[in-house]
Structures are given as structure tokens and as C-alpha cells.
């Protein structure tokens, strides 16, 4: 069974500043994907990156990049240049074959503090 | 409209109560799925339906009790409920079954059993 390991429950960073969130995976799977989800406090879960486990190069989306390393199977998430409006709680998951089910870390939530 | 929408946001409902949430996607997409958000704990699956077909079923109990009539809208039955059922119930679908296939979510109804 597929499994997200996500160890720091909060993060703070100063605005403006890099931050790296960390996920660890544990799957079977020879192909799988891994996501990165924001949910602010509103409650939706707002996607952020994907990386596939086939993809050589680093996922990237503006500000948000996935540090994939697949011999540790870690996929950490990125985000530089913080603003406030990035205080929330984030999520990784990943899906393996089959229907697309999301299986969920326990989150980390970040505050970024002016 | 567009997204996943998903009513009511709020809902506070005794344990001898029948009540149903309510999920719709504009999306096109041929998969939906019910997460359920407790504080302190992982996402966790419910149900995952594809092209209106539930093909998932993780272990939920029968007072949850959930409807595809068709493949944009999502239902979940509510009856007999527990205060530990009280959670973010979480409404998503996915285009299908691909592996780079990300879900979007809708903002959630917040359910308190009292």
C-alpha cells in the first residue's frame, strides 16, 4: 500500500524567503505520481505540482518547485520568494495505478510572518 | 460556473437526523471522489465513483451513503450519524485515470453531528 510521510507538522519562514516542506513516499509501484496540495483555510484543496515518477527533470510551476530524489523516494516541495497568502496548511499525496486515488500525507502548515 | 462546487458549506445536523451533501463539477471530468478531513488526521478516502459507477468503497460505514446519478453531480446520504463523524467532508473529480491526472476539489462542507 501506498504511503505519504510527511514529518514537520508547522513551518514558519519570513516573507520573501525560500522554504523546503518535506514528503517522503512509500510505494511498490514501478509507476506512480506524486502531487502537492495548498488548502488555506477556506478548506479547498488547491493543486500545486506534479511529478511523475518517470520524469527526469525536476517539476517546476512558478514559485512552487519539487525537489525529487527517487533512490531516497522523497519529493519535497519548494516555495521561494514566500508571500503571506502562502500560509496554509500543504499536502502531498500520491496516486498509483488503478482509479486516481489520492492517498494524503498528514500535512505540514506553513506561516510566513512579515 | 466552473470548478467543483459543493453544498451546503456548513451543516449541523443531530444523530437522528437524514441529511445529504451535495457535489458538482462542471469540469467534464469522468471520476469523482468523497475524501473525509478529520482534525489531526490524513485525508481519507470514501468512495470513488467512475463514469458513474462506484468502483470504491474503503471500508465506509452504511450510515454514509453515497450517489452518482450522473457524472456531474455527487451525492452523499447522510443518516444515524455519529459525533465522531463530525469532519471537512471533501468533494473532488479527475479527467481519469491517468497517472498526471490531478484532482481538483470543492471548498467542502463542514458537518457537526451533534
Known amino acids: 500500500a501506498q504511503k505519504i510521510t510527511q514529518t514537520q507538522p508547522g513551518m514558519f519562514v519570513q516573507e520573501k524567503e525560500a522554504v523546503t516542506l518535506d514528503c517522503t513516499y512509500d510505494t511498490s509501484d514501478q509507476s506512480y505520481g506524486l502531487f502537492w496540495y495548498k488548502q488555506p483555510s477556506s478548506g479547498e484543496m488547491i493543486f500545486l505540482i506534479y511529478?511523475?515518477?518517470?520524469?527526469?527533470q525536476n517539476a517546476t510551476e512558478g514559485r512552487y518547485s519539487l525537489n525529487f530524489q527517487k533512490a531516497r523516494k522523497s519529493a519535497n516541495l519548494v516555495i521561494s520568494a514566500s508571500q503571506l497568502g502562502d500560509s496554509a496548511m500543504y499536502f502531498c499525496a500520491t496516486i498509483s495505478g488503478g482509479y486516481n486515488k489520492l492517498i494524503f500525507g498528514a500535512g505540514t502548515r506553513l506561516a510566513v510572518h512579515p | 460556473e466552473t470548478g467543483v462546487t459543493q453544498t451546503p458549506r456548513h451543516l449541523v445536523m443531530g444523530m437522528t437526523n437524514k441529511k445529504s451533501l451535495k457535489c458538482e463539477q462542471h469540469?467534464?471530468?469522468?471520476?469523482m471522489y468523497w475524501y473525509k478531513q478529520s482534525a489531526k488526521k490524513p485525508l481519507e478516502l470514501m468512495f470513488v465513483y467512475s463514469l458513474e459507477e462506484r468502483v470504491e468503497n474503503n471500508s465506509v460505514p452504511s450510515r454514509f451513503s453515497p450517489e452518482c446519478p450522473n457524472s456531474s453531480h455527487l451525492f452523499l446520504h447522510l443518516h444515524t450519524l455519529q459525533p465522531e463523524d463530525s469532519a471537512l467532508y471533501l468533494c473532488?473529480?479527475?479527467?481519469?485515470?491517468?497517472?498526471?491526472?490531478?484532482?481538483?476539489f470543492g471548498q467542502g462542507t463542514r458537518l457537526t453531528v451533534v
Open positions: 473532488a473529480s479527475s479527467r481519469d485515470r491517468a497517472l498526471d491526472t490531478e484532482a481538483f
Open positions: 511529478q511523475g515518477s518517470y520524469d527526469e
Open positions: 469540469l467534464g471530468h469522468n471520476a
